[in-house]
């Protein structure tokens, strides 16, 4: 068969159902293949909403995302989502078709060195040289990219190599000698942290995606409920732990609640898993958890000890050492009691720092439209978000309970994330309700994608919090730089719900608080493509705040 069809096949044999993607010339080939193929294609309006698309359907699904592009132009407008799934831990293998292999390097039309420019941002990059290769490259990018510390794995295919025949036979087992995860935690190590556990009075769990990945988020609830610990979320981590848990301390960090970040302050252990360490979490770091002993569980041993000095590391994945750990709490004389104390503490602090807001006649608020949304889906949605206030608010007044259904852009905080994630998401778990919460600036970025979800009928809904501004750079003019609003005014705005009628979408545009529910409850009962387009208090500013440079319990707003 050609080495077209060798790809088709490879892809169905590593489990590919769906790929998204773009053609163009050098990856015609690949495309008639594929014309002939039963996978489900769906066709993007850029290349980037095919990386944020395949990065979507994995977070939501657990599976690996799959895109396509064409070389030069079709291959860079990739980078921004392969970055961001890089930096998120998403298990993604992105395809790019390259000029002839006789003209590599002749600067040919539409030759870029896509494996080059990469070469930071991906787990491992293949440039196809031998036809032949193409099945086991396909098998070997797959395992890379959902093995370990998942992440993008990027396949660059001249076109001459497409057109060679080649005589197909599936990609052997697998055998990269220096490339070995460390799934099992050291079982010295794990006793040292159980040992802690028990000597401990005011531990919390630090918790990030690494959970998630993992499929951890039982051995994670039978860790806290056992020893009555505390949960704190990274935005990542968020669904690991229902935040309706009496021991939820929701989201910490720079906009994480006030007594998320009073605990980690004020802790005498603290339990990192599958997170790391990130500067929105720490703030300052010389004062981070200052008082605390650390344990850090995590897949990638490159990230003990990166940012914070760890006493007791433990490298392997979540589900195995937290399991671990458990059972050997449980052999253990322990007093579960003896947190007592500490979790009193943690209630005086949410009774008198909660999350809130104060409303404004006549406006409708953000974070009420969260709450609705929340209500209305009985918190059982799929919640995307693009980045900026949208994404706080969305990690903070909606009431998350379950992995997989809060997707967002932690580590590159990309706009125009959200909008084709959600699409990808739907994709993938299309018995859900998907919402992607977004703003006004960042929803723009990646707004043709309307007529991918239009032309495929998936029935994703974008809920806008429109304030007029790009408002979390807004927000920082406001406190630190005298109101002086440079660039950040977005004056010239398009009607979104005629816009997206035009594309053949569902548009309405809210002004009323009274009106919220019921545009949310309109949209799901359509099925069909939907932009809601809330017209909320234009200068409201996400609180809590940790300013740069400060630490976590230096905040600011909402939370006394």
Known sequence: MKGSEAIIESLKAAGTEVIFGLPGGVVIPLYDALFDSDLSHYLVRHEQGAAHMADGYARATGKTGVCIATSGPGATNLVTGIANAYLDSTPIVAITGQVRSDLIGTDAFQEVDITGITQPIVKHSYLIKDPKDIPRVIKEAFYIASSGRPGPVLIDIPVDMQNAEIDYVEGKKIDLPGYRPTLKGHKKQIRAAARAITAAEKPVLYVGGGVITAGAEKELQALAKLMKIPVATTLMGIGTFPEDNVLSLGMLGMHG??????????????????????????????TFARHAKKIHIDL????????????????????????????????????????????????????????????????????????????????????????????????????????????????????????????????????????????????????????????????????????????????WQELFWNKRYSETIISCQPDFAALADAYGALGITITEKKDVADAIRTAIKAKKPAVLDFKVRAEENVFPMVPAGKSIEEMIGGHK
């Open 257 to 286: 609640t006030g007594y998320a970040n009073y605990a980690v302050t004020h802790s005498d252990l603290l339990i990192g898993v599958g997170a790391r360490f990130d500067d929105r979490v720490t703030g300052k770091l010389s």
């Open 300 to 475: 990638d041993p490159a990230e003990i000890s990166k940012n914070v000095l760890i006493d007791i590391p433990i490298v392997g994945d979540a589900k195995n050492v937290l399991a671990g750990l458990v059972a050997e709490l449980k052999s253990m004389k322990r007093d579960a009691r003896k947190t007592a104390a500490w979790i009193d503490q943690i209630n005086t602090w949410k009774k008198k720092h909660p999350l809130s807001y104060q409303d404004e006649e006549g406006s409708i608020m953000p974070q009420f439209v969260v709450e609705e949304i929340d209500r209305v889906t009985r918190g059982n949605a799929i919640i995307v978000t693009e980045v900026g206030q949208n994404q706080m608010w969305s990690a903070l007044f909606y009431k998350h309970k379950k992995p997989r259904h809060f997707i967002s852009s932690g580590g590159l905080g990309t706009m125009g994330f959200g909008f084709p994630a959600s699409i990808g998401a739907k994709v993938g778990r299309p018995d859900k309700t998907v919402i992607d919460i977004a703003g006004d600036g960042s929803f723009q970025m990646t707004i043709q994608e309307l007529a991918t979800a239009v032309c495929y009928d998936i029935p994703v809904i974008v809920c806008i919090l429109n304030n007029g501004f790009l408002g979390m750079v807004r927000q």
